[in-house]
């Protein structure tokens, strides 16, 4: 069932699970959510981001996406108070293993992909420092400068960038061979967890689906598909492998973007 989008007005009075969502692009925190929704078959309705606008502010108390709303609870808008509303209204199947040992490891990888310092995060300032910097493979500039302001975008650290996005590529590949010799197609265990949802959304920052099953606006593609030659060498083959099956498998495709 593709995502159903509805007016943020009709959404922001409706009661249930409703979430905002980055529209035209394959935003990791977004699609991952998404994700998560599909995977514990959750009914929602989407609302696309309109980072203008001050009433959409207002009801999320943020401008950017995802923000997951149920009932008149709080907004909530990082990945881990998302993720684990969706373990709380739809407890099966569960993405956090029930041993907290397992459980600190899971939420220890999903951070190194979706937190601060994370994969997705320092990939998105590599390409903003790119973009401000007319290096080649940046940001258009004016979204560079939007995002730069946003997202934590600081000169002095841009360095660091490039080699902590191939050191999280090399560590979550490690860990997929690892795990393929123990015989196990997922991040962790033997079964799905989140980190599965959120390593494969995250690839998006550096191989998108094809149009067909990622509509999105193509003139960003070409950017989130530029790397240099430690990254395109540290893009492992098993990432790739590991999303098509995780989507196959799990997700939705086509997106619905
Ligand atoms: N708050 C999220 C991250 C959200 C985020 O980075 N959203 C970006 C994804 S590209 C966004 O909304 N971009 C569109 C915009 O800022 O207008 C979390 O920390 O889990």
């Not at 959750?42 to 606008?53: E, H």
């Not at 993405?95 to 310092?117: K, N, S, T, Y």
């Not at 995060?121 to 493979?137: F, I, K, N, P, S």
């Not at 995250?202 to 530029?226: D, G, N, S, V, Y």
């Amino acid at each position: 069932m593709p995502v159903e989008y509805v007016e943020f007005e009709a959404a922001r009075q409706a009661k249930g699970l409703r979430m905002i969502v980055v529209p035209g692009i394959p935003s990791p925190w977004s699609e991952a959510a998404k994700g998560i929704f599909h995977v514990k078959r959750l009914p929602w309705k989407a609302v696309a981001l309109d980072s203008n606008s001050d009433a959409m502010a207002d009801w999320a108390k943020e401008r950017s996406g995802p923000v997951a709303f149920f009932d008149d609870e709080p907004p909530r808008a990082s990945w881990p108070q998302i993720l684990l509303l969706a373990e709380r209204l739809a407890p099966q199947p569960a993405l956090l293993p029930a041993d907290l040992r397992d459980r600190a490891q899971v939420f220890g990888l999903a951070h190194e992909i979706c937190g601060e310092q994370g994969l997705i995060w320092e990939r998105r300032l590599q390409g903003v420092h790119a973009g401000l910097t007319d290096a080649a493979g940046g940001f258009p500039k004016p979204v560079a400068e939007y995002l730069s302001g946003k997202y934590g975008y600081r000169a002095a650290e841009a360095a660091r960038h490039p080699g902590r996005v191939v050191a999280l590529l090399e560590m979550l590949a490690g860990i997929l061979h690892a795990q393929r010799s123990a015989g196990s197609r997922f991040f962790f265990g033997d079964r799905l967890t989140a980190v599965d949802v959120y390593a494969a959304t995250a690839m998006a920052m550096f191989k998108p689906l094809p149009p067909e099953q990622c509509p999105m606006m193509e003139f960003i593609r070409p950017t989130l598909e530029a790397m240099d030659a430690a990254t395109s060498k540290a893009l492992d083959p098993i990432l790739l492998e590991h999303r098509d099956f995780i989507y196959h498998e799990f997700l939705e495709l086509p997106l619905t973007l």
